[in-house]
């Protein structure tokens, strides 16, 4: 089925080692982006890309890292993770065509713990 | 900058009654509008949208939304709710000319009784 995979479904981290979570998506969107969740604060995006090559800051950026090498995958890395990083990560595309605003396709997410 | 506020962040509904789900969004110009539902463990789906034009707008799984700009709202309903659409709620704003960024309100949790 067509659609947004992220890897790993769920990890448990230990405070101040790096990780990276995958989001590759399949429908040749030129958008892509990642959102934290937590409870009560509903979805916050942490960076995103407009296009291949080309990376934004979103609203809770800190402490996150993206890159956009191809159109199929964007990456998302905690270089140096904290428990408050703990959440669960959603990735998302959409295609941007001009200035209209097409529906966003989300992934499953991963759900991350840092201790 | 926009902003949405869901101010409901749970509600029970009994199954068979209506349902409405309030969201209302802080922006310049026309929005655009989306409702997205997240079962449990899973990702968002999308349920209907509102770009332009009629604003009375339908979704899937039979609901709909009315898109209000003089009370800056944008209501999800349905005339009849199945234990089925137990789950979480967001509404979402995205503004013209800023790419495809969106802004998520803090999510509505519907419960539905038997």
């Known amino acids: ?115 | 900058a926009q902003s949405v506020t869901q101010p409901d962040i749970h509600i029970t509904v009994s199954e068979g009654a209506s349902l409405e789900l309030r969201c209302n969004y802080s922006y310049g110009a026309t929005p655009y509008l989306f409702w997205y539902v997240q079962s449990p463990g899973q990702g968002l789906q999308l349920l209907l949208k509102y770009f332009s034009g009629d604003t009375l707008v339908q979704g899937i799984k039979g609901f709909e939304a009315e898109f209000k700009r003089s009370q800056s709202s944008f209501n999800l309903r349905k005339p009849s709710v199945h234990w089925s659409d137990a789950a979480e709620y967001f509404c979402a704003v995205g503004a013209y000319n800023q790419g495809g960024k969106l802004i998520f309100g803090q999510g509505t949790e519907l419960s539905v009784k038997p």
């Open chain 1, 1 to 115: 089925t067509a659609g947004i995979t992220q890897a790993p479904t769920s990890q448990i981290l230990a405070a101040g080692r790096s990780m990276t979570l995958r989001c590759t998506q399949d429908m040749r969107h030129n958008a892509m982006y990642w959102y934290r969740q937590d409870l009560g604060l509903g979805l916050r995006l942490i960076h995103y890309s407009n296009t291949a090559g080309t990376t934004g800051k979103g609203e809770v950026p800190d402490g996150y890292s993206v890159s956009r090498a191809n159109t199929d995958d964007f990456p998302l890395t905690l270089a140096s993770a904290v428990p408050s990083q703990t959440s669960v990560y959603f990735c998302a595309s959409s295609e941007i065509r001009g200035s209209s605003n097409q529906p966003q396709h989300f992934g499953d997410g991963t759900r991350l713990s840092i201790l």
